[in-house]
């Protein structure tokens, strides 16, 4: 018998008993089906995060103050002990001369430098209208390193940057909510505590929010751009907190982090307190690709335990199959088969059956992932390799589970299976 009458009749059993091969591959279809779902959901979101890390700016290094720790699995991390603003003293704060120090050293590397400072939340009200706005005193170069487009008016210009002229740049959803018809050269007035702060509005920013029209939304405060000048005569604090670079194009933004974690700290080897951290926003991807990576590989070896219940259902069912044809095996040896080729058709009817049920799974897992996906708020992506593999995987479940009870079945006697009832 050739292989392709191995498979005929491999396929002959699955169809006549279509429940009970069903329910054995069933483990196999879980198995196969998980694993397909959280590697389609894991590679969805790694394409969906290098998407907004191009948006959000590759390039970009984030430099913050934070408290000094001694674990180094935390260093390197922006976002862990970062300190705030209201318990640094000005000594503490990233000075001027200490940026423009770092951009002198590394002019080659560096495109531009991002530079902020918080004056406060407030409100401004116009007529019946309110809205409410954290006001930022930005550089020239903020705008480009957040991927922030006027869509109408203008920049903030370099003489108003000097001379801390008081205009602002303001969102899409601060002019809805305030319902102003032609924004740009109108004054505004914002209460900030128990400050009143007048500005002109030189351009509107892109919001998205601002095509949201709910009355949660309008209570969100958005951002208020200021020149940085004036935001540190309004606050008094003329240090940051935290900056951002924007590398030059060609430049390792995650080795040029190192390089600029070493330099700034040489200016706070005798601060006790705190140390200055920069990561890039690629090091952070590539930190959340590998624990997404880890966490795939978890659910995935609980998902092998579904695959190894489902290998032992297949070889239970074909130690059944085996006792039913114990008369066809004995027919066969008798009219000269060899316990080779008796031994070949059965463990191909085992990798069929984990074959067909690998499919299944692969189909199931598939419509699982890419409505995991989509239910998460991003596109659906699955890896044909992936996919190739799980069939790959199931197959080889089926000769592995499936070689035993077909090397029980070649090593019968076929006397004693002619005789068998």
């Known amino acids: 018998m050739n292989w392709l009458e191995n498979i005929e009749l491999a396929f002959t059993g699955l169809f006549l008993n279509k429940t009970r091969s069903l329910l054995t591959m069933l483990g196999i279809i879980i198995g196969i ?9 894991g590679n969805s979101f790694q394409g969906y995060m290098s998407s907004e890390l191009q948006t959000l700016g590759a390039n970009n290094i984030t430099v913050v103050v934070a408290n000094r720790e001694s674990d180094s699995n935390t260093r390197g991390n922006p976002f862990s002990n970062t300190s705030s603003s209201n318990n640094l003293n000005q000594s503490d704060l990233i000075q001027d001369f200490m940026i423009e120090s770092l951009n002198t050293e590394y002019d080659s590397s560096i495109n531009r430098i991002s530079l902020s400072q918080s004056v406060g939340s407030g409100e401004t009200t116009y007529k019946e209208n309110y809205a409410n706005v954290s006001i930022l005193g930005i550089n020239e170069d903020y705008l480009f390193a957040n991927n922030i487009d006027i869509i109408e008016g203008r920049n903030i210009t370099e003489s108003e940057f000097n001379l801390s002229n008081k205009v602002a740049i303001v969102s899409e959803n601060y002019v809805t909510n305030l319902n102003l018809i032609e924004p740009i050269g109108k004054e ?10 007048s500005y002109t509005i030189v351009g509107v920013y892109a919001d998205e929010s601002a095509n949201i029209s709910t009355q949660s939304q309008k209570d969100i405060a958005s951002s ?4 940085l000048s004036l935001a540190q005569k309004q606050s008094k604090s003329y240090g940051y907190q935290n900056f951002t670079i924007v590398t030059e194009n060609g430049i390792d933004s995650s080795e040029f982090a190192e390089v600029v974690n070493t330099y700034m700290n040489n200016f706070y080897l005798s601060n006790q307190t705190y140390e200055v951290r920069a990561t890039s926003l690629e090091s952070v991807a590539e930190t959340m690709s590998s624990l997404l990576s880890t966490l795939e590989l978890a659910i995935s070896a609980i998902a092998a335990l579904a695959l190894l219940v489902g290998g032992i ?17 004995g027919t066969r040896k008798a009219l000269g088969a060899t316990n080779l080729s008796i031994q070949i058709q059965f463990i191909t009817e085992s990798a069929i059956l984990t074959l067909v049920g690998g499919i299944i799974g692969i ?15 991003y596109p659906g992506s699955a890896n044909l390799m992936d996919m190739f593999i799980a069939v790959g ?12 009870p077909a090397t029980k079945a070649a090593k019968m006697d076929p006397i004693e299976a002619l005789r068998y009832e």
């Open 363 to 377: 189909g199931f897992g598939l419509l699982l992932g890419l409505l995991g996906s989509s239910l998460l708020g």
């Open 313 to 329: 259902g297949v070889m239970n069912i074909m130690y059944v199959s085996i006792t039913e044809r114990t008369k066809e095996i």
């Open 224 to 227: 208020f751009y200021i020149p």
């Open 393 to 404: 995987t199931s197959m080889l479940i089926g000769i592995f589970f499936g070689y035993y």
């Open 188 to 197: 505004v007035k914002v209460q900030s505590g128990t400050r009143l702060y």
């Open 33 to 41: 089906g998980a694993v397909i779902a959280i590697f389609t959901i």
